[in-house]
């Protein structure tokens, strides 16, 4: 075993788990956090990568498209809490009606606006040498970006006034309005927050993955089984989830092949789940 | 007592009513001839099934422009598969049961087509497939109009060995298209004293192929033979590009272009790669030009037009031809005239069905990605017989046959 192959098993396994990461942020704000079963996520992140791709052929370089995205698509999030999200929380079945409503609808739009393929933006050819191998750079910038974005998402809910309102708005919103904090302005940044994330998400992975109506598909379903192995402790739980069953997936499928890397993210998703029924953060004594 | 006996009569009166309504159909004369048509305009798939339902209702008004096929007009009765399975079986069993088609083209994954043939088979309706696929088909009521593998791979394989090197390595997808290509692809790369240094088979879903490049890397092949299907599957040529492979290893792939995915992927990582289909937009036939200004009046001109697209405008015409032929829409008489050994000018060259094997003696272009999302062609292979098939399928002499064979 060489240093260099240990090394790339070790940065690719990586790569997929920020991935994992950058894609499921999102969805613990909005499904771990709030408890909105959103089934338009994949949408959103399609929404990211689409305001990304459109920014970057507008002549944004690709650093600003991204921002774009993100708070394009924070943007539109407020506007679907505005109209939907808020008449339905805490009735769990109807909002995850509505917003598969919304996913169809939003794909559908997104055919006929764009159609089938469109040109993307493309990853940067740098690549880093790794001994005999090499990997993207652009690869690693997303390890770093999955990072950032949690310990900003961390510091965002934690240390800021905003933060601690939003938390205290999930947790009990009676009690909330009455201390004097506008419990539905904060709820609509909330969820606005979580799409953002989404978008944010959208953006940075669209480089690598090329934006098509259904690109979320192939999240969607990851995030969810992260999020609900995360547990209670949302934010450091899905980080732990999905970094953990995102690079056993991928140190698999390096090994073997994709289709059991795939087998065995599902299958350490139930074992976790009977191991832990509630979460793997269920005694953790953390914050968020 | 009175109103409950006057609502009785009103509904007597109704039933009588809705009777002569429904059995009304029955009397008026049918004036148009049914065909099928299931493809997948919505899902992962759309990128091919969007252009396939197009290229079949373009063929349609064309024949009906021209009067028809005897001397009736033809109407397509279109259903959406949505990239799902279950939605082939679903929607095939409508048009066989209720719609009663005489003809059924559709299919785009080589699953679809199995799902469907068999069904095909036994209600006895042609069912024709148009697009690329792995090879191997025999059976009396599937006519293919797309390529087969033994027309592409042994085309591309040779190139490939001449211009990169003998070691492969293959991605696959993970359904019988993808592993039945890489045992064909073994099979060639041992007959030219090649070998297959590995391969790694991928969900449609996949999107991240981080593991498959590492793999690739640590193999050190000369040439990648990738057959990505489906949208998520096109970030591998991508990633591939992004990981400073390209310099090194070549890529070659059957049905790269097959989807417009050079359209997606970007100039850096679309060089380059080099793809083999029965048709492409950019290839100088006869017909082509005609064929690009009848799509781009109807559609647009958007997006360049694929291989299944000009696939299916063939199989439609080459069906009319023979139910002319037949004078009749019988299924044994038009199969019957299909296998009399009918050719049509197509915007890919003269395609003619082997009356044996029912798949298409026809040109297979070899073409190079440039920088504006196109191709260059490279080489021509005028009328490639479908060897294999002729070989291993004589429906002529056999016609209960039913399978799909496979090279050992």
């Known amino acids: ?288 | 007592m009175t109103v409950l006996l006057w609502a009785r009569r009103q509904l007597a009166s109704l039933c009588v009513a809705a009777g002569v309504l429904v059995a009304l159909p029955a009397f008026s004369a049918d004036d148009t001839i049914k065909i099928g048509s299931l493809h997948d305009l919505t899902g992962g798939l759309n990128i091919y099934g969007i252009q396939q339902a197009q290229g079949l209702k373009l063929g349609v008004a064309d024949i009906n422009g021209k009067g028809g096929v005897l001397g009736k007009q033809i109407e397509v009765v279109e259903y959406d598969t949505q990239s799902d399975l279950p939605k082939y079986t679903q929607y095939a069993n409508t048009l066989l049961l209720k719609d009663k088609a005489v003809a059924v083209f559709g299919g785009l994954t080589s699953a679809s087509r199995e799902a469907v043939r068999p069904m095909m088979h036994r209600a006895k309706v042609p069912y024709f497939y148009s697009s690329l696929y792995e090879g191997g088909v025999c059976d009396r009521y599937n006519f293919i109009a797309g390529a087969s593998a033994s027309q592409q791979l042994g085309v591309l394989l040779d190139w490939a060995a001449e211009n990169y090197g003998k070691k492969f390595y293959i991605m696959a997808p993970d359904y019988n298209f993808g592993t039945i290509s890489a045992t064909w692809i073994h099979k060639y790369a041992k007959e030219m004293g090649g070998e297959v240094v590995g391969e790694d088979f991928l969900p449609l879903s996949a999107s991240d192929f981080s593991p498959t490049i590492r793999k690739i890397q640590q193999s050190q092949p000369d040439v990648v033979v990738a057959l990505p299907v489906g949208a998520s599957q096109t970030g591998f040529l991508e990633q591939f590009a992004a990981a400073g492979l390209k310099d090194k290893i070549g890529i070659v792939s059957t049905n790269y272009g097959s989807g417009n995915q050079q359209v997606v992927v970007s100039p850096d990582a679309g060089e380059g790669i080099i793809a083999s289909q029965e048709y492409f937009h950019w290839i100088d036939e006869p017909k082509n030009e005609e064929f690009k200004k009848t799509w781009q009046a109807a559609y647009g001109d958007k997006e360049p037009i694929i291989s299944e697209a000009a696939d299916a405008w063939n199989a439609v015409h080459l069906w009319a031809m023979a139910v002319e032929k037949a004078g009749t829409t019988d299924a044994e008489a038009v199969i019957d005239a299909l296998e009399s050994g009918l050719s049509f000018e197509g915007p890919n060259g003269t395609v003619a069905y082997q009356p044996g094997s029912h798949h298409l003696k026809q040109n297979i272009y070899i073409v190079r990605g440039n920088r504006e999302h196109g191709f260059d062609v490279v080489q021509v292979f005028k009328a490639v017989a479908p060897t294999y098939e002729d070989e291993v399928c004589d429906l002529t002499k056999d016609k209960t046959v039913s399978k799909q064979f496979v090279p050992e």
Do not use: C
């Open chain 1, 1 to 288: 075993m060489q240093w260099d192959y240990l090394a790339i098993v070790a940065l690719s396994s990586l790569t997929s788990a920020s991935v994992l990461i950058i894609a499921t942020l999102g969805l613990a704000v909005i499904f771990g956090l709030m408890g909105v079963i959103n089934l338009a996520h994949g949408e959103f992140i399609m929404f990211g990568a689409y305001g990304a791709l459109i920014a970057t052929r507008a002549g944004m370089p690709l650093v600003v498209a991204i921002v774009f995205a993100a708070l394009v698509t924070g943007l539109f999030g407020a506007v679907v809490e505005r109209l939907v999200i808020r008449y339905l929380y805490g009735r769990l079945l109807d909002t995850l009606l509505a917003t598969w409503g919304l996913s169809l609808a939003l794909y559908q739009t997104a055919v006929l606006i764009f159609g089938s393929t469109t040109p993307g933006v493309g990853m940067p050819i740098v690549s880093v040498a790794i001994g005999r191998y090499s990997i993207s750079a652009y690869f690693l910038f997303l390890i770093a970006a999955a990072l950032v974005m949690l310990a900003a998402t961390y510091l965002i809910l934690t240390r800021t006034s905003y933060g601690i309102m939003a938390r205290a708005s999930i947790q009990d919103r009676d009690t909330a309005a009455a201390v004097g904090i506008e419990t539905g302005r904060i709820n609509t940044i909330t969820f606005a927050f979580g799409t953002g994330l989404a978008g944010l998400a959208g953006g940075l992975l669209v480089p690598a993955f090329p934006a098509t109506p259904g690109m979320g598909i192939a999240f969607v379903a990851k995030a969810f089984l992260a999020v609900v192995v995360a547990g209670p402790v949302t934010l450091t739980g899905a980080a732990v989830a999905a970094g953990t069953l995102g690079w056993a997936a991928s140190a698999t499928a390096s090994y073997l092949s994709t289709v059991m890397g795939d087998i065995i993210f599902f299958v350490a998703t139930i074992l976790l789940l009977r191991a832990f029924p509630n979460g793997i953060s269920d005694r953790w004594r953390l914050k968020l």
